[in-house]
């Protein structure tokens, strides 16, 4: 699953397995980019054939992907992200699949951007205690007193 932040343009990883827990890919690359941008799902038998395929996963994971199928999530008309499945143990995806798919894609999607704002207001809230944690620093130690001579 990739849910976009808006902050910096970029689809990132919520679900993944192996080496990169946590990926970050452009809201206009690859597969998934292609989907979150197109609202289109995708459903593809040869990914490595297909111009909008990006190799960057396959060699982090070490893996070849062998069959692709990708939907938007999102809220009304507004995309919030995409659920990327890949690797079908027997055969390759079909249109049954994609529809199947894109119906736990909108029901996800309430929920995934909900847990998305959840995550960004903790980091925020993070750093601005670290942020006020050092304004408490530099005053407490004077360090401002040089700089405004």
């Known amino acids: 699953m990739y849910i976009y932040n808006p902050q910096c343009k970029l689809l990132a990883t919520k679900a993944i397995h192996g080496p990169a827990d946590r990926f970050f890919v452009e809201s206009q690359r690859g597969i ?3 989907v979150f941008t197109s609202g289109e799902g995708v459903i593809l038998s040869k990914p490595d054939e297909d111009a909008r395929f990006d190799l960057t996963l396959d060699r982090l994971r070490k893996s070849a992907t062998r069959n692709i199928l990708c939907v938007p999530l999102q809220i009304g008309n507004k995309r ?3 659920i990327e499945v890949a690797n079908k143990v027997n055969g390759n995806f079909m249109e049954q699949d ?3 798919m894109s119906a736990v894609a909108r029901e996800l999607a309430v929920g995934a951007a909900a847990q998305f704002s ?3 207001l903790a980091g925020l809230a993070k750093t ?3 942020f006020e944690q050092r304004v408490k620093h530099i005053a407490n130690e004077n360090l401002l007193t040089p700089l405004l001579k």
């Open 80 to 82: 919030v992200g995409c």
């Open 32 to 34: 998934v980019g292609f």
């Open 128 to 130: 601005k205690a670290a």
């Open 118 to 120: 959840k995550e960004v």
């Open 98 to 100: 994609l529809k199947l």
